[in-house]
């Protein structure tokens, strides 16, 4: 539970109808092992003490006592274990019977939480034995008065993000469900105790559901479905377990099994999220009328975390999902220039053109949009301007691959134009500091505004996202532009669009482009200002800022969701383990805070560009940070790791 995790659990045991004593056993067995496995809260199926598919027995007094019976002697069974339980049960109140949800913690009744909506349609007729909850009453059992209605939410001392409501089965299904109303109460966990029926296409169903309700409501979605024991009478019940945060899948259960599943919430992120979207309803503003139980769990450090923490969050895992991201990416980009071309009625779209991932990614957005325009390539103009760094194979791919997108190629070598510059304000030019560096970027900037003045036309900007949050641009060189296709892009993803567009080359019979821009994948990235060695690149940029994929899951974690180092350090961990050590991350975590502060008045200025992602640093849309913040307390926090 440090840094807001919580470990869950959602079981299915194995039951027989109304044998409480058996159901007795198998659920004290399975919260044992949720217990075992280092769960903080475990969700049990509707009615499971019982069975679901009682019918008319559920009005036998001898089930009703049978029931409570066995509730207790769990809860006193339990009583030891640092362990929310939730469970299923029929519970008798003065002239009304309930399908209820016990939840429990310690040796103690938190409370009972009645189902809202009562199906008695096809397959079920609940409301036959059962009343719809009240919102708000007491139940007075063995001499203790314990809450009982649908206005519960159970809250964590030790972890106060962890904030919890029930809702049973047909109450997610309805126009209005409950949990709606619990989330805007301040609940970041909703569990639901179902048994919901296997039939054809119920399961897709469900998920879609849980899936919309989990992001809907920014909240984490605990669904324990009734399975193996229940009647098959008329049905089937497959336990079809789901564990969701924010709309994000992180468990699920294999039809027709038993058995706990268990996932890790990140509460502290729900509640971040929360408030970042303002559209969400503030607790004291949505809370009158609930009530509160507060109990206390003791907090738990997770060797390792039981949910998905990618390397690269920019890039799907999926290949197909891949493919057709890349694809929306490159639209949106070429909408973006599509727009922006038609609307200056410009002629000419200028791309300075090194032979690197970035400029071959704006030309081939710019290649896509004149496309679009049915306009005819050639007013897409790639400006090559080989400098002191410029390599053999960076130039030859560069104008090879030009030629193969039916731009127009210019060439403008900018060597004996710096070293005029350099003889203009004194500058040494066997000295290869960053005046050397930066005033080859500025030239070359300098030569594509002053053509787009000749030509008509617009400057397309090529840094990436990557290259903005560390500041790696020179101001007013690469870092200007009249329209930034890339500016939203990271490094990590900007990789895989320029590796599909040459397999979708590829898939279309174009093996020259696909060959080329294969050779270009295959290039280290350099911004070349450098000197070459023995005809290869010297000045390779991850030898000195950093890998990019380590930058860019730092990038996505502490902008996108306002993390803290430590916690980044933490997820950063557990994501690289096996490929960079503790040190290297603490490093290259400690210059990309470094650089992220003391950059942020190159983004104040950055150029439009399209927003494609979750992550953008415009500062006019979704960045929006004074240029002289500083970075002490975040560079404090990192220091106490060492």
Not at 198 to 220: M, P
Not at 238 to 264: M, R, V, W
Not at 285 to 300: K, N, V
Not at 344 to 364: C, E, H, R, W, Y
């Amino acid at each position: 539970m440090i840094d807001g995790f919580l470990r869950v659990a959602v079981a299915t045991p194995e039951i027989r109808v109304a044998d409480v004593n058996f159901n007795q056993e198998q659920i004290i067995r399975i919260c044992r092992e949720a217990a075992a496995a280092g769960a903080g809260l475990v969700v049990l199926p509707e009615l499971c003490l019982t069975g679901y598919t009682c019918g008319d027995l559920f009005l036998s007094q001898t089930l009703q006592d049978a029931a409570i019976k066995a509730l207790h002697k769990i809860v006193e069974d339990l009583d030891e274990y640092n362990l929310v339980a939730v469970i299923g049960l029929p519970l008798a109140v003065s002239s009304g019977l309930y399908n209820t949800a016990a939840v429990f913690c310690q040796g103690r009744i938190l409370g009972f939480v009645p189902k809202s909506a009562i199906p008695n349609y096809a397959e079920f007729y609940e409301a036959r034995h059962f009343s719809p909850g009240p919102v708000a009453a007491e139940v007075t059992i063995e001499g203790h008065s314990i809450p009982f209605g649908t206005n519960l939410i159970f809250s964590c001392r030790s972890l106060p993000e962890f904030q919890l409501a029930v809702e049973i089965c047909e109450d997610i299904w309805t126009a209005e469900p409950p949990s709606g109303k619990h989330a805007a109460a301040g609940a970041t966990v909703i569990a639901n105790l179902s048994a919901s029926d296997e039939i054809i296409g119920k399961a897709d169903y469900r998920r879609v559901l849980v899936q919309s309700q989990s992001g809907r409501l920014t909240c984490a979605y605990l669904y324990a479905d009734a399975g193996n024991g229940e009647s098959t009478t008329d049905l089937v019940f497959a336990g079809h377990n789901l564990i969701y945060e924010n709309g994000h899948l992180l468990k699920e259960s294999q039809p027709f099994q038993t058995g706990i599943q268990t996932a890790d919430l990140d509460l502290r992120q729900l509640v971040a999220e929360r408030r970042r979207l303002t559209t969400f309803p503030g607790k004291d503003l949505s809370c009158a009328g609930y009530r509160t139980i507060e109990f206390d769990l003791p907090l738990q450090t997770y060797e390792h975390l039981q949910r998905p923490i990618s390397p690269q969050p920019f890039v799907p895992a999926n290949q197909n999902e891949l493919g057709r991201r890349c694809e929306q990416i490159l639209n949106l980009q070429m909408q973006g220039l599509k727009k922006r071309l038609a609307h200056t009625d410009v002629k000419t779209a200028l791309i300075g053109l090194s032979g690197g991932l970035d400029s071959t990614l704006a030309l081939l957005v710019a290649a896509r949009a004149y496309t679009a325009l049915n306009w005819p390539l050639s007013g897409v103009l790639a400006v090559t301007m080989p400098g002191f760094g410029t390599t053999e194979r960076t130039y030859g791919n560069a104008c090879a691959l030009a030629d193969l997108l039916g731009a127009e190629l210019l060439e403008i070598p900018i060597a004996d134009s710096v070293l005029q510059h350099f003889r203009d304000i004194g500058h040494d030019p066997e000295v290869l500091d960053v005046t050397y560096e930066n005033a080859q970027a500025r030239e070359r900037t300098q030569i594509l505004m002053d053509v787009a003045n000749q030509r008509n036309g617009l400057v397309i900007g090529t840094s990436d996202l990557s290259e903005l949050a560390l500041g790696w641009t020179t101001y007013n060189g690469d870092h200007m532009s009249m329209y930034a296709v890339n500016a939203s892009i990271p490094k990590t993803l900007l990789r895989h669009l320029v590796r599909y567009a040459a397999d979708t080359a590829l898939a279309a019979g174009n093996q020259a482009l696909h060959d080329i821009l294969d050779d270009i994948l295959a290039t280290p990235v350099s911004p070349e200002l450098l000197p070459a060695e023995n005809g290869t690149i010297s000045q390779k940029t991850e030898s000195i800022i950093g890998p990019y994929e380590l930058h860019d899951f730092f990038l996505y974690y502490l902008v996108r969701f306002g993390m803290s180092p430590k916690k980044v350090y933490r997820l950063a961990q557990q994501a690289f383990a096996g490929k960079y050590d503790d040190a290297a991350i603490l490093l290259w975590l400690r210059i990309f805070v470094r650089r992220f502060f003391n950059n942020q008045f190159k983004r104040s200025c950055q150029p439009d560009g399209p927003k494609v992602g979750t992550v953008s640093l415009s500062p006019r849309g979704d960045w929006r940070m004074p240029s002289d913040a500083q970075s002490e307390i975040w560079l404090a926090e990192l220091a106490e790791l060492e």
